[in-house]
């Protein structure tokens, strides 16, 4: 398939999605440009998690359409779309405590190659994995902690291997999902610093509550609100805007 850098990767259009009868999100339109780091953002309950889940094929949306690439995927099951290189890394680390920090990333390129759980594989065969997971921990600075336990590292560490993990898989359009939570000054900022490194080249989709961060990182911002979105454009545009500035009355230093 010939790809258009010019067109979106993402779009959706009126994205809609019921829970008994209740409108979570309500026809909310989506559009993310390739090469692109887009936010996502509203108050607690503003639907982007469920946002989230329909652009990643884990919820079926009630009426829309999502488009990735110029492909209708709304019917799509989550492997599938994660097999066209729409990828999401989930709110809570999700990586294995028992393995080393290398051992996860080679899971992970395992589960690409098709291999994961041929376990009578040699040694030999799944060597040949090492070099590509070298180079992912070196891409997002790991490289130190290599051989460590991954349950022994920092919470900002686990985020950032679930990172690496998620990045084995090769995504076009990774989907972060509240990146910084949970996190302090120290591991936000090197995680700001991950997120600029691994953007050359690729898309990011982040849901992201610290509005800093996305000031200083973000291209462009969709901000939802009760589940509808109220804004979207550069920074000044949506900060400026009396809606936006309402809905995070009393939020911000929250959040």
């Known amino acids: 398939m010939i790809v258009d850098d010019e067109a979106p990767i993402l779009v959706a259009t009126d994205l809609t999605k019921s829970f008994g009868g209740t409108e979570v999100v309500k026809r909310a339109n989506l559009t993310v440009k390739?090469?692109?780091?887009?936010?996502?953002?509203?108050?607690?309950?503003?639907?982007?998690?469920?946002?989230?889940?329909?652009?990643?094929?884990?919820?079926?949306?009630?009426?829309?359409?999502?488009?990735?690439?110029?492909?209708?995927?709304?019917?799509?099951?989550?492997?599938?779309?994660?097999?066209?290189?729409?990828?999401?890394?989930?709110?809570?680390?999700?990586?294995?405590?028992?393995?080393?920090?290398?051992?996860?990333?080679?899971?992970?390129?395992?589960?690409?190659?098709?291999?994961?759980?041929?376990?009578?594989?040699?040694?030999?065969?799944?060597?040949?994995?090492?070099?590509?997971?070298?180079?992912?921990?070196?891409?997002?600075?790991?490289?130190?902690?290599?051989?460590?336990?991954?349950?022994?590292?920092?919470?900002?560490?686990?985020?950032?291997l679930e990172i690496a993990t998620t990045f084995a898989v090769a995504p076009k359009l990774l989907l972060l999902d509240e990146p910084m939570a949970g996190m302090g000054h120290e591991d936000i900022d090197r995680v700001v610093s991950l997120i600029r490194h691994i953007a050359a080249g690729r898309t990011i989709l982040m849901v992201e509550h610290n509005l800093s961060v996305v000031r200083d990182l973000c291209d462009s911002i969709t901000v939802l609100q009760r589940g509808e979105v109220i804004a979207e454009g550069d920074y000044a545009t949506v900060s400026s805007d009396a809606r936006v500035r309402e809905a995070y009355i009393g939020t911000e230093e929250e959040d």
């Open 34 to 160: 390739r090469g692109s780091i887009h936010a996502l953002i509203g108050p607690n309950g503003a639907g982007k998690s469920t946002m989230f889940g329909m652009l990643s094929g884990f919820l079926l949306p009630t009426k829309g359409r999502i488009e990735f690439e110029g492909v209708d995927i709304t019917h799509e099951r989550p492997e599938s779309v994660a097999r066209r290189g729409l990828v999401r890394s989930f709110q809570i680390s999700a990586v294995f405590g028992h393995l080393s920090v290398h051992e996860n990333v080679r899971v992970a390129l395992q589960r690409h190659a098709g291999i994961a759980s041929q376990f009578w594989r040699s040694d030999a065969a799944l060597a040949r994995l090492d070099a590509r997971a070298d180079e992912l921990l070196d891409m997002v600075n790991l490289t130190a902690y290599r051989d460590v336990l991954a349950v022994n590292l920092s919470y900002g560490r686990k985020r950032i």
